[in-house]
């Protein structure tokens, strides 16, 4: 089946940085890709949804400025957490579609992301 | 908001038993899909069901849809102690965005 890989799988950073991740399809062009969150014990909220080449389309209620994605190729999109704070610790997850046949998305293994 | 909810949240049975899931959601949907993930892990896609299909099977896997009840339900058979996992529901509406539902918790004792 199809790849999606995300790195790093987990980061610490302090309060006031920001970090990237990074979400790839190693064996598929991607033109969709979503990225959620996932709190403890909870389930996954989509954040936005990004089609390569274009901006990115957020969920009411996830802020634009601070989760910066960015979808430069069929391969790669990223997610940035500018100016994190211990609220954004969270689990995110990437997923990405083709866009052919049922459209199923492939999901990433998943980045930890604490912030102290 | 989130669309699915699934019971029950938690379920602890015993290896061999039967586990049953169950989903519920609120709009129309392309399809429904079901997912298992361990702790602290990603998603595993298990399987997919269409809106106009009603049952569908997969190894010890069954899962059923009744639209007209908006619902759904995960039959795993004969359990085992390595299919201890929280198990969500998605349903696809349009541009292939899934909502999650809450999830069910399975402990398969041993």
């Known amino acids: 089946g199809a790849v999606v890989s995300q790195h790093p799988s987990w980061v610490i950073c302090k309060s006031g940085t920001s970090v990237k991740i990074e979400c790839r399809s190693l064996?598929?062009?991607?033109?969709?890709m979503f990225w959620y969150r996932q709190f403890p014990k909870q389930s996954l909220m989509l954040m936005a949804t990004?089609?390569?080449?274009?901006?990115?389309?957020?969920e009411q209620g996830v802020e634009k400025d601070k989760f910066l994605i960015n979808h430069a190729s069929l391969t790669l999109s990223t997610l940035t957490v500018t100016s994190a704070h211990p609220e954004d610790s969270s689990f995110y997850i990437c997923?990405?579609?083709?866009?052919?046949?049922?459209?199923?998305?492939?999901f990433g293994p998943g980045t930890r992301l604490t912030v102290l | 908001s989130q669309q699915g909810e699934e019971d029950p949240q938690a379920l602890s049975i015993q290896e061999g038993e039967n586990a049953t899931m169950n989903c519920s959601y609120k709009?129309?949907?392309?399809?429904l899909q079901w997912y298992r993930q361990n702790s602290g892990r990603g998603l595993v896609h298990l399987i997919l069901i269409r809106s106009n299909e009603r049952e569908k099977h997969s190894g010890r896997l069954r899962v059923t849809l009744d639209t007209s009840k908006k619902s759904s339900s995960l039959l795993i058979t004969a359990s085992r102690a390595a299919d201890t996992a929280s198990y969500f529901c998605a349903t696809e509406t349009s541009g292939s965005r899934l909502t999650f539902g809450e999830g069910t918790q399975l402990t398969v004792n041993p």
């Open positions: 064996d598929f062009q991607a033109t969709t």
């Open positions: 709009t129309s949907i392309n399809n």
């Open positions: 990004s089609n390569e080449g274009s901006k990115a389309t957020y």
């Open positions: 997923s990405a579609t083709s866009g052919e046949g049922i459209n199923e998305q492939f």
